[in-house]
């Protein structure tokens, strides 16, 4: 194979984690943190339970609170100018994918001036950035443990992927305390998100054996623990969800991504659709459409989520491919394009845009942007 | 489970990577590196390859090659003092297990001072190190990725166990071309050493979902590989075997090690035995001693081994170990103790020392000093 690159941030998982924070910030030279949360964390009494952990460790915190669903760059120049004036250094999220990006995005600009777009696409970011601690509250994203930002371009009304080594944080804390209170809607959308990044790092001509094997054990564990998740509420089947959006997140940061992100992507520019409700009607259309590129692949994640194999790769690839349906389904996800999104008419040029995603250039069958609208026109 | 770290490296994987080191030097703040590497490494050309790698990006190299089979604290404390004299600036090491961990001794002491029996145990390095990348030649130690330094008290004649997050190099380059020009002694005991790190991480009690996908593979990948790779020296198979080798860093670096690393280091200690000449022969008889503790994760690693699972958990693990006695067998390695060291006379008092090594620590059954003693007995 080609040369690889892999790279993590140091993890530190586990119930009550949380309490670390504080000793993180200090060991990367902290004394004004810059915190970046949301409104959501602080009803659910999380952003105080952090401000606490910080205080007791001697830390000054200035709160960065303008974050939104799907972060734009117009967000992330307030947090830039915010960061510089209050003079903070170590830079530290909390919440999901949302406030991580928008975290990543303001350490971008702080570290390297100009506007966010400059570094759109991959390893355009070649100056040291503020340190950064990720602490995600959802299991999906991967934000924390990625080289990933996903950022809406306002103007072109487009979600740009911006990938590089710089934005995998120092630390990444992971406490799965933290998905108690998230509520099924968000602990369902996230955890078909890390499904999403598994299945398409997986089938990525970038993955290798350091990525594959964290890619199936977010599959086995995202597919065994939800539906025990939704009902108990268990704080192991909790924790095994967390795990299984850390190792979806090391696979997709290292092997990237596919199609459905990139249509994903473009339509959650356009449309401001959360990304968790698109995989669900995308993924199963994507992966048939990949399936001639890819059987044998196909087939072992259709092995990981059936617990063995059938007669040929073909069979035991469109029996997983049925089965998440199925699964998805069950979860009361949407299973139409037109249930999320209000009409069809900008699609030709969504997928236009999808083609130019640099999630599509790992996917495991070439794509045009006809081929993108065939599957968003099959998916409606 | 309780709250755990993962740490890694940032990791450059692939054939003709070595070309690259000369701009991660740069990176790091490079002008003098200093590069440790040994005669082997010299007579094989590969220490002129990577010192016109490190001309061509600009830097100055001084040149430490006092390095030896089971590094000594007396050859670290030469490098530290080197180091310090000619103001070098980034720490680069070629090598096996060895100029590695001498290599990671000297950062210890240039970083932190005092004597490297300072650190001996976990978590005793707080300061900050030179940047530190390493190269490996062999596919076996793991040390590129990981957070251990195994280094010998000359007066003690103990291989001290040095673990430190610091101790994870800044950058692992691992190139699969260096491993042409290992012979096939040094290919299968450090194939061996890997999957002694494999089994005895995923029995570790501090295994956790994302280390011990990496322990299988490596497990998967050696036992399939190696005598492939010994056949044809196939570049495909000898790239699996350092994939292999990386997996396995991965897990023990994170999770440790047992009862068969703690007597190996003491072993080595007095001895001087080469590290991976001692696994074929304990590995089998420390695993026998652990089958009642952990039957169900042995049994994980048999049908890894097999390929399917017999009857029982009992049937699957004994048969897995089984296999692994014929495969060493197979191999040509040793099977006895008394093939590779003198005399069995300093069994108590090297089971004594073992047992207060940290790899005993996470042994899945808990092993005294007299356990041991059997083990080596029998073993004998």
Redesign the interface.
């Known amino acids: ?8 941030p ?8 949380i309490r ?1 924070a504080g000793s993180y910030a200090l060991q990367l030279g902290g004394k004004r943190v810059f915190l970046v949360s949301d409104q959501g964390l602080e009803r659910s009494g999380w952003v105080d339970r952090l401000l606490t952990v910080l205080e007791e460790a001697g830390l000054e915190t200035v709160y960065f609170d303008q974050v939104y669903s799907n972060p734009r760059d117009t967000h992330i120049e307030a947090g830039a100018a915010l960061y510089r004036e209050s003079q903070a250094d170590v830079i530290l999220a909390l919440g999901g994918g949302s406030p991580m990006d928008t975290a990543k995005g303001i350490a971008a600009l702080a570290g390297c001036g100009g506007r966010i777009h400059d570094y759109e696409g991959a390893n355009r970011i070649s100056r040291p950035l503020p340190p950064l601690i990720l602490l995600p509250s959802t299991a999906g994203s991967g934000s924390d443990v990625s080289q990933f930002a996903i950022i809406t371009d306002t103007a072109r009304r487009v979600k740009m992927s911006i990938i590089s ?1 710089s934005l995998t944080p120092n630390v990444s804390i992971i406490d799965p305390d933290l998905l108690d209170t998230v509520d099924d809607h968000l602990l369902i959308t996230s955890a078909v998100d890390a499904l999403a990044h598994a299945v398409e790092s997986y089938l990525s001509p970038l993955a ?3 990525t594959e ?2 890619a ?2 977010a599959i086995r ?1 995202i597919t065994r623990h939800l539906p025990r998740a939704l009902r108990s509420r268990d704080p192991d089947d909790m ?2 969800l967390s ?2 959006s ?2 979806a997140g ?1 696979s997709f940061s290292n092997a990237s991504l596919g199609a459905c992100h990139a249509i994903a992507h473009s339509l959650g520019g356009v449309f401001d659709t959360p990304h968790g409700e698109v995989h669900p009607v995308l993924l199963p259309h994507v992966m048939r459409f990949n399936l001639p590129a890819c059987t044998a692949r196909m087939a072992d994640i259709g092995e990981v989520i059936l617990g063995g194999r059938l007669a040929t790769d073909e069979e035991t690839a469109a029996a997983g491919i049925a089965w998440l349906e199925d699964f998805f389904e069950n979860l009361g996800a949407a299973s139409r394009l037109s249930h999320i999104v209000p009409h069809a008419d900008d699609f030709a040029q969504i997928c236009h845009m999808a083609a130019q995603d640099a999630c599509l250039l790992t996917n495991p069958r070439p794509a045009t942007a006809a081929d993108l609208l065939a599957i968003c026109t099959e998916a409606w």
């Open positions: 194979m080609d040369i690889r690159k892999f790279s993590l140091e993890i530190i998982f586990g119930h009550g984690s670390y080594r290798h054996a350091l094997t964290q199936l054990t564990l924790e095994q795990l299984a850390t190792a090391i």
